[in-house]
């Protein structure tokens, strides 16, 4: 297995069909922060992976200067 490098997040989906139809909802779970988002649609839960990778990105900026040179 390769050495791999860089920054990671872990998420927790749980997604469920509420009808036959094909509705579903579900949330999502940040793994690190513990925050958890109920979403009914894939956008809400696309948002939510985002801000959490922008969030990562913010942090690595703040804690090394040299990283994005």
Excluded at 13 to 31: S, T, V
Excluded at 50 to 68: E, S
């Amino acid at each position: 297995m390769e050495p791999t490098t860089g920054y990671y997040n872990t998420f927790i989906i749980r997604i469920w069909n509420l009808e036959p139809a094909g509705k579903f909802r579900g949330y999502i779970e940040h793994a690190r922060s513990r925050e958890r988002v109920y979403f009914d649609d894939l956008v809400n839960m696309n948002e939510f992976i985002k801000k959490n990778l922008d969030t990562a990105v913010r942090d690595l900026v703040i804690n090394d200067n040299n990283l994005f040179i």
